[in-house]
């Protein structure tokens, strides 16, 4: 193998990346219960091969669920050419942000959700039913070993039952109500190992908050998180809930939790519950309801005959293990959750508190309440302090009050709020004022979202909140006892990052869907940055200018990193001379650092590397958002960790990433060329006659399809049209 570069200049490590082939007679392949779940509703995947964290694939899930952004997402499948939902039963509405909302307009605006769902015969709860995640485990919608998505971040929250919830974008949506189908990038595993028995008084909230205050420097970023060890057994399903909540907090797109003893005790009090919803007996001869569409005894009694394990051998990218027994409560913030204190410390500080929450589909539910009401009885909130509250569902609200919890609440001088989101996202009733500081059982204290930048935001557990309101600081409540918590404050956590296991190459190659390039090769430009967010590849100044042409897109790309990008970008396309070959796609191919595209959702930073000549990004990897933007808008992402550290070895200053190049250029022109073959993932770089060779990933059929079409919405309008009777 000749190595790059000229005597006595560097020398370049050979790429260390093997891969495994997807045809022939493959070996046994371990897999994650996470990756058995998603190989389940993989469509069109190839046959024999297993899918693993990294693949691409197209998957129809089980159920999409969008809540108030319905409105949008129906714009978005009416400007695409679509009349029809594919699968009526897939899709969910319910509706749950804004629900204080009395206006003309925000009530036109439900009753069109509405109308819609009537129209089409889809699952629709209205406002008051409860907030959407809540609505999709209490009816069975989000279900053990099932993959359901959701346009909204918190479908994390599934994964408290064992349903693999991941977010999706409003465009994938529209696709999944027209088609049936969206992409996925599989994320990579990380196994979190929960050891040891929570102390009396210690909570899953504290469980999740101290997780994202020890593990706070990004160690589980758009992965999948599957939760494993002896201490799981004792955290109850709503502590699982919370937990799985709040991994979007902590970074990752899904957080999965076992199917055990405990998961199938819920399910079936659940249908039990369902079975008695009427006065049916065998001697009244009243006949009994209709069986659950999906909370059922033989869908439980399925669930567990056929229970998905990982393998034993499965792989994961980091193993990270909390020990449990060393936990004391714990607060987020103020206005971070990567920032937490035992409470017992922050206690000391006796920081005053005016408002207090316990709303969100966090910790909301019945023993949620139940846990706040025990603090509360007979005690009222404090002189001076609003104490809010909203039970995660109507359901929940009325076991509460069965239970006495909400009178309890009521009583204590607690201000109820509607079924529903509210104060969590910054809407309705009882916001953080300027100066404020406020204390909340929710999921985020993001500077500004529960209301003024100003005020400061804590989250902790619902009997921490209820203690708060009491006293009109943050403090525990007086029933926790000191002497049977951990004598330390810290608690006891490691992290190893695993080796990835070596498999052995094979003579099969990558499927090519017909049309699609066998090679993307062009010059190659650095820039050597980790972090460039989705303002400097595109600056906002531009967003909102929807009259502008892809062109201008173009000559402002990179504007707000090097305003020589786009200059350089053109003058280098318009000397390339290469002939053009078939099957193979050049343009200038852009190599950058890590958390590529990271920021905001603005699709145009896709769209202007696009429209400037760059067809394929290559980076240690990418902002989770912009991937998906890039993909549905036909720019190929692939990642090269190897390919990275060496270019920043040999041509960054000081050879670190954030300073620019040897010479303080933003982008590093060297005159190296890029080959990449996405038959056998073989990635080579050339200059002067020498070429040092890389494996990537080779991108899959899923990505491939919507790159032929032009991007996701011309694959829509392909599937439509495939649906249609020809004349």
């Given amino acids: 193998m000749q190595r790059l570069g000229r005597v006595g200049a560097p020398t370049w490590r050979r790429g260390r990346r093997t891969f495994a082939t997807v045809t022939g007679s493959l070996p046994r392949q371990p897999q994650t219960v996470i990756e058995k779940v998603v190989q389940k509703y993989a469509v069109d995947f190839p046959q ?27 714009s978005k499948f009416k400007s695409i050419g679509a009349s029809k939902i594919h699968n009526t039963s897939q899709p969910v509405f319910t509706l749950d942000h804004d629900v204080q909302n009395k206006s003309s307009k925000n009530l036109a605006k439900y009753a069109s959700i509405e109308a819609f769902a009537r129209r089409h015969s889809v699952d629709f709860y209205p406002s008051g039913r409860g907030i959407g995640h809540q609505v999709l485990v209490e009816e069975g919608y989000a279900f053990p070993h099932t993959l359901t998505v959701a346009s909204d971040s918190h479908s994390n929250m599934y994964g408290g039952v064992g349903c693999v919830g991941t977010p999706i974008v409003r465009t994938d949506a529209a696709a999944l109500w027209a088609t049936g189908k969206t992409w996925w990038q599989v994320p990579r595993m990380v196994k979190v190992e929960l050891r040891g028995k929570l102390a009396n008084g210690v909570t899953g909230k504290d469980v999740i908050v101290a997780l994202c205050g020890s593990f706070n420097q990004d160690q589980v970023l758009n992965a999948a998180i599957e939760f494993a060890g002896d201490g799981i057994a004792a955290l109850s399903i709503d502590d699982r809930l919370t937990i799985a909540n709040m991994t979007t907090e902590w970074g990752a797109l899904a957080g999965v939790f076992p199917v055990d003893e405990r998961t199938l005790e819920y399910y079936d009090s659940a249908v039990k519950a369902m079975e ?41 990218s980091s193993h990270l293990i909390f020990d449990l027994s060393s936990l004391v409560p714990h607060v987020s913030g103020p206005n971070s ?89 910054g809407l309705g009733t009882g916001l953080l004022e300027e100066g404020q500081t406020g204390i909340s059982a929710t999921n985020r204290n993001y500077k500004g979202r529960m209301g003024h930048p100003k005020a400061q935001a804590y989250l902790a557990s619902p009997a ?145 590397l696009k429209a400037a000549g760059v067809p394929v990004v290559i980076a240690g990897s990418f902002g989770d958002i912009f991937k998906r933007n890039a993909i549905n808008n036909g720019l190929v992402c692939i990642e090269s960790p190897e390919l990275v550290k060496d270019l920043t070895e040999r041509y960054a200053k000081d050879g670190k990433r954030g300073a620019g190049g040897k010479q303080g250029e933003l982008t590093v022109d060297k005159g190296l060329n890029v ?47 495939s649906e249609q009777p020809h004349a």
């Fill in 48 to 74: 024999g091969q297993a899918v693993k964290a990294g693949d691409y694939v197209m998957i129809r899930p089980e159920h999409v669920m969008t809540h108030d952004n319905t409105g949008p997402v129906i």
């Fill in 276 to 316: 008695l919803r009427t006065f049916s007996s065998p001697s009244n001869f009243i006949p009994p309801p209709p069986e659950h569409p999906r909370l059922n005894r033989h869908r439980v009694h399925e669930l567990r005959q056929s229970n998905l394990q990982s393998d034993p051998d499965a792989e994961y």
């Fill in 464 to 608: 921490v909140v209820a203690a708060s309101a009491i006293k009109g600081y943050i403090c525990s409540p007086d029933s926790l006892d000191a002497q049977s918590l951990p004598k330390t404050n810290t608690p006891i956590f490691s992290i190893s990052d695993v080796p990835p296991q070596v498999q052995a190459q094979t003579t099969g190659n990558n499927p090519l869907l017909p049309g699609f390039p066998t090679t993307f090769s062009g010059p190659m430009l650095f820039a050597p940055q980790d972090n460039l967010n989705t303002d400097g590849i595109y600056p906002g100044k531009y967003t909102y200018q929807d009259d502008i042409t892809l062109e201008r897109q173009a000559e402002v790309v990179m504007e707000n990193y090097d305003p020589g990008f786009a200059p350089l970008v053109a003058s280098i396309r318009d000397k390339d001379v290469t002939a053009m070959i078939e099957g193979t796609k050049r343009g200038v191919i852009l190599v950058s650092g890590y958390n590529f595209g990271t920021g905001s959702s603005r699709e145009q930073a896709a769209t202007a």
């Fill in 337 to 425: 959750v990567k920032v937490s204190t035992p409470l017992p410390i922050l206690e000391e500080a006796r920081i005053d508190i005016h408002k207090a929450y316990l709303v969100s589909c966090t910790n909301s539910r019945v023993s949620d309440l139940a846990a706040a009401a025990a603090v509360l009885k007979g005690r009222k909130v404090a002189p001076g302090v609003e104490f809010y509250v909203a039970a995660a569902s109507s359901v929940v609200q009325q076991e509460s009050e069965r239970l006495g919890d909400w009178e309890t609440l009521v009583l204590s001088g607690a201000k109820v709020l509607p079924a529903g989101c509210g104060p969590c996202i």
């Fill in 675 to 721: 080959e990449i073959n996405m038959v056998n993932g073989n990635l080579l770089v050339s200059q002067d006659g020498t070429t040092e060779t890389y494996h990537v990933r080779p991108i899959g059929a899923s990505v491939q399809e919507l790159w032929l079409c032009g991007g996701l919405e011309g694959y829509i309008l392909k599937e439509i049209s």
